[in-house]
């Protein structure tokens, strides 16, 4: 496929808005349109993007001919359902985190899209972050040696939803960005949260990730938390990382930290016992890397066009969303048991 691109995009919510600035201004596509239930949202767009057309009517869109892609940013209880007629319809999809509610639901959007020979793409933005695609730089190259354990904080004060939990909003984000630095899945999940403000939906959640190899990562969502923290730290045997989205002029700051385990059999002799080894604490620079940063959703959605352009797979393809799927999938069952660890097929 050449040329430009025609795009609708379906919601114009919380997120919409940004999703349609961006095509908007997005060289090699042409947003033609978006859909909503609600006329003040219609409205909005009317009044910031007087080119755009607008409608009530999902179907109607569906049925164009002269529409490539449909950009699917409604509640995460409808992905599914939406994704799933955009792909049948023989459209191209980018579809907001998370790809669906179920790894089911996930594996039956990428068939459909593999037979339709279709892009099926997640708005995993935060694989589009410049200081994220710098983290993976030091984990790729060694930098911070064997990864021991992440841990995260994704915490504000509201915004509270009623369609899904806390960890349903916020966590795709950081389980996508800790299986992207570390290349793998965990083997068993387990989850504790707790309800304060609306029955059955946690405000609250700690999650814990478990992988084949013995690293940890441990994640912690609110949105009853008084900062908003978005932050991560990845603690490795030679160096030490903290990603501080938050962070105006240090996203990225390397800790060159440690303990060096240092052999003395070489100064004393061979003897077996604790006195084989000693521990050092390394305390060396801190620096923060040089880093230049576009708008992640610039990028993403760039990305979108340029995968459909020229068929190429995207870094946030449909088998990358049934990987955070299947991670928040284990974790919601653990809540409902408790915290017990729930294994990941």
Known sequence: ??????????????WGPNIIRN????????????CDLRQDRLDYVKEHFPNVETTLEVESLLARTDIDAFVVTTPADNHFSLTKRVLEADKHVLV?????????????LIELAESKGKTLMVGHTFLYNAAVRKLKQFVDNNELGDIYYVYS???NLGRIRSDINAMWNFAPHDVSIILYLVGQEPVSVSAKGQ????????????????????????????WLDPNKVRRMTVVGSKKMVVYDDVSRDAKIVVYDKGIDKIN????????????????RLRAGDMFIPEIDFVEPLKVEC??????????KKPLTDGEEGLRGVKVLEAA?????HDGAAVKIS
């Open 23 to 34: 095509f908007h201004q997005l060289p090699g596509a042409h947003l033609l349109s978006v």
């Open 332 to 336: 919601q069952q653990s809540l409902k």
């Open 96 to 108: 907001e985190k998370p790809l669906a509610l179920t790894s089911d639901e996930c594996r039956e």
């Open 264 to 279: 003395i059999n070489e100064s004393f002799g061979e003897f077996e016992g604790f006195g084989e080894f000693q521990l």
């Open 302 to 311: 760039s990305h979108f066009i340029d995968c459909i352009v020229n068929g």
């Open 1 to 14: 496929m050449s040329g430009t691109i025609t795009v609708a995009v379906l919601g114009c919510g919380y």
């Open 153 to 155: 904080s994704r915490l």
């Open 195 to 222: 309800s304060y403000i609306q029955p059955g939906i946690e405000d609250v959640v700690f999650m814990h990730l478990d992988f084949d190899d013995g690293m940890k990562a441990m994640i912690h969502i609110s």
